[in-house]
């Protein structure tokens, strides 16, 4: 009997083996074989975007506990008011406005609702003990951009949405105007004006800092109809551009594409390119979210919309064929980093809602990025592959062995915000897999076909033959 069965296998491998052997170019449409992708491709279903962000709201809701032991604020894995969280308060409420759960809202509200409660009692123990609270202290004395802008934003999109429900909060607003206070009138600069630091050398810009100053005044200027902090943001915009970009060899249509150097100091000549990552995606965030809340006719507007597109145009030129970008732009030697592929992805799909950059030229990027983004969302919800907090360093083994980690707070935020983009962008759009590649039209194209030429209102159909 195991002969037998022994014999039969053999027969059947060998008849496979012929089938196998049998296709060609003739008997079978070998385009319309199936590719094999590392990280996925083709049109999510939003369903399933909105599933993988629920499985990271879940691990965030478990690991930033909104409650105080004492007068403090209870220990979490992740802080309450560091600014990589501050980035997490923001994407969250963009979120829920976009798929209509109140889980996201309520994540931040719970949570600065509770930053703005004990700060009363937080301020009084700190001016007393600086060591009392370090996630307070953050809140009642910033001392740098780090502390005061991207919570500010947070803050000020909380402040908005109780203005609209006629439950504004007076303590909220004095937190507010102590982070501007710092960005806008403490924070040191160089003698131009712009934001800068004294480290690692006196007269240091940081690209960092075009999102950790900038975005905060810009909203400020929505909260309060303040035009002046508007004008502050698009002159800051223009002296980071002067310093910080660099025209790359690759042209879009009339727009040169640039990328940023991640740091700029006064004494040196000449000025190294080190275009990381996660810089460069804190500089398109910051595009987005001055793009955002200025008025469409307001002067200067143009040339945030013109540095976005430049910026887009030289990020889209290296993005990798996994659908990730490498943690050096420049290098595709450095490992593939997650938190600025989720920025990148939340910037383009934003930029494509908003009708800033065209959604046929960048759509299917946008949706292969967060392929690629939702591959490095565990089982836990946990964000893999983000790189720890950076330094700033001018050669490049100080950015390709950065270490990552899971508990690197800056992929969280990036991840929601880019998800909910996401869905919003299918919602928007017209995409559709056409020849094994996906396709974004600009309307929807109701054939099943796996081959089709575009579908337009009063164009008779083309016939595909092969």
């Given at each position: 009997?195991?002969?037998?069965l022994?014999?039969?296998?053999?027969?059947l491998s060998s008849?496979?083996?012929?089938?196998?052997?049998?296709?060609?170019?003739?008997?079978?449409?070998?385009h319309?074989?199936?590719?094999?992708?590392q990280?996925?491709?083709?049109?999510?279903?939003?369903e399933?975007?909105k599933?993988?962000?629920?499985?990271?709201?879940?691990?965030?809701?478990?690991?930033?506990?909104?409650?105080?032991?004492?007068?403090?604020?209870k220990?979490g894995?992740?802080?309450?008011t560091?600014y990589?969280?501050?980035?997490?308060y923001?994407a969250?409420?963009?979120?829920?406005?976009?798929t209509?759960?109140?889980?996201?809202?309520?994540?931040?509200?719970d949570?600065?609702?509770?930053?703005?409660?004990?700060?009363?009692?937080?301020?009084?123990?700190?001016?007393?003990?600086m060591?009392?609270?370090?996630?307070?202290?953050?809140v009642c004395f910033?001392?740098?951009?780090d502390?005061?802008?991207?919570?500010c934003?947070g803050f000020?999109?909380?402040?908005?949405?109780?203005?609209?429900?006629?439950?504004?909060?007076?303590?909220?607003?004095?937190?507010i105007?102590?982070?501007i206070?710092?960005?806008?009138?403490?924070?040191?600069?160089?003698?131009?004006?712009?934001?800068?630091?004294?480290?690692?050398?006196?007269?240091?810009?940081?690209?960092?800092d075009?999102y950790?100053?900038?975005?905060?005044?810009?909203w400020?200027?929505k909260?309060?109809?303040?035009t002046?902090?508007?004008?502050?943001?698009?002159?800051?915009?223009?002296?980071f551009?002067?310093?910080?970009?660099?025209?790359?060899?690759?042209?879009?249509?009339?727009?040169?594409?640039?990328?940023?150097r991640h740091g700029?100091?006064?004494?040196?000549?000449p000025?190294?390119?080190?275009?990381w990552g996660?810089a460069?995606?804190w500089?398109?965030?910051?595009?987005?979210?001055?793009?955002?809340v200025?008025?469409a006719d307001?002067?200067?507007?143009?040339e945030?919309l013109?540095?976005l597109?430049?910026?887009?145009?030289?990020?889209?030129?290296?993005?990798d064929?996994?659908g990730?970008?490498?943690?050096?732009?420049?290098?595709?030697?450095?490992y593939l980093?997650?938190?600025?592929?989720?920025?990148y992805?939340?910037?383009?799909?934003?930029a494509?809602?908003?009708?800033?950059?065209?959604?046929l030229?960048?759509?299917?990027?946008?949706?292969?990025?967060?392929?690629?983004?939702?591959?490095?969302?565990?089982?836990?919800?946990?964000?893999?592959?983000?790189?720890v907090?950076?330094g700033?360093?001018?050669?490049?083994?100080?950015?390709?062995?950065?270490p990552?980690?899971v508990?690197a707070?800056?992929g969280?935020?990036?991840?929601?915000?880019a998800?909910?983009e996401?869905i919003?962008?299918?919602?928007?759009?017209h995409?559709?897999?056409?020849?094994?590649a996906?396709?974004?039209y600009?309307?929807p194209?109701k054939?099943?076909e796996?081959?089709?030429?575009e579908?337009?209102?009063?164009?008779?159909?083309?016939?595909?033959?092969?």
């Open positions: 009997m195991k002969k037998l022994a014999i039969t296998a053999i027969a008849i496979a083996t012929s089938v196998a052997q049998e296709v060609n170019d003739v008997n079978t449409p070998l319309l074989m199936n590719p094999v992708y990280y996925g491709y083709g049109i999510p279903a939003q399933d975007v599933s993988t962000i629920d499985r990271v709201m879940t691990f965030l809701e478990g690991a930033m506990p909104a409650e105080t032991v004492g007068d403090k604020l220990t894995t992740l802080r309450l560091s990589e969280i501050g980035v997490l923001c969250v409420q963009e979120a829920a406005k976009v209509g759960d109140e889980r996201y809202s309520k994540f931040a509200a949570r600065l609702g509770l930053i703005a409660k004990i700060e009363p009692t937080s301020y009084k123990r700190l001016s007393k003990d060591k009392f609270d370090d996630q307070m202290r953050k910033p001392t740098a951009l502390d005061a802008g991207a919570m934003t000020i999109r909380y402040q908005i949405k109780k203005q609209a429900d006629k439950q504004s909060n007076t303590q909220i607003t004095k937190i105007e102590r982070y206070e710092h960005v806008y009138r403490k924070q040191y600069r160089l003698q131009d004006g712009t934001l800068a630091r004294i480290r690692p050398h006196y007269n240091t810009v940081w690209l960092d075009m950790m100053g900038i975005p905060c005044l810009a400020y200027g909260l309060t109809g303040n002046e902090y508007y004008d502050e943001a698009i002159r800051q915009i223009r002296l551009r002067d310093k910080m970009a660099v025209p790359q060899s690759v042209m879009s249509g009339q727009e040169q594409a640039i990328l940023f700029w100091v006064e004494e040196m000549t000025h190294p390119f080190f275009p996660r460069n995606g500089a398109i965030l910051t595009m987005c979210e001055v793009l955002d200025l008025p307001y002067p200067g507007r143009n945030i013109t540095l597109r430049q910026h887009v145009a030289g990020l889209t030129a290296v993005q064929k996994s990730f970008w490498h943690q050096l732009l420049n290098d595709n030697t450095t980093e997650t938190s600025a592929t989720a920025i992805t939340y910037c383009l799909a934003h494509i809602n908003e009708g800033w950059i065209d959604n030229a960048y759509g299917a990027q946008a949706l292969l990025a967060w392929h690629a983004v939702s591959s490095q969302v565990n089982a836990k919800g946990q964000v893999e592959n983000t790189c907090g950076s700033m360093g001018f050669d490049p083994a100080f950015y390709a062995c950065r990552v980690h508990m707070a800056h969280y935020g990036p991840v929601i915000w998800g909910g996401i919003r962008m299918l919602q928007k759009t995409p559709k897999m056409n020849d094994s996906v396709q974004f600009a309307t194209q054939t099943n796996p081959i089709f030429s579908q337009r209102e009063g164009v008779e159909d083309e016939k595909v033959l092969w």
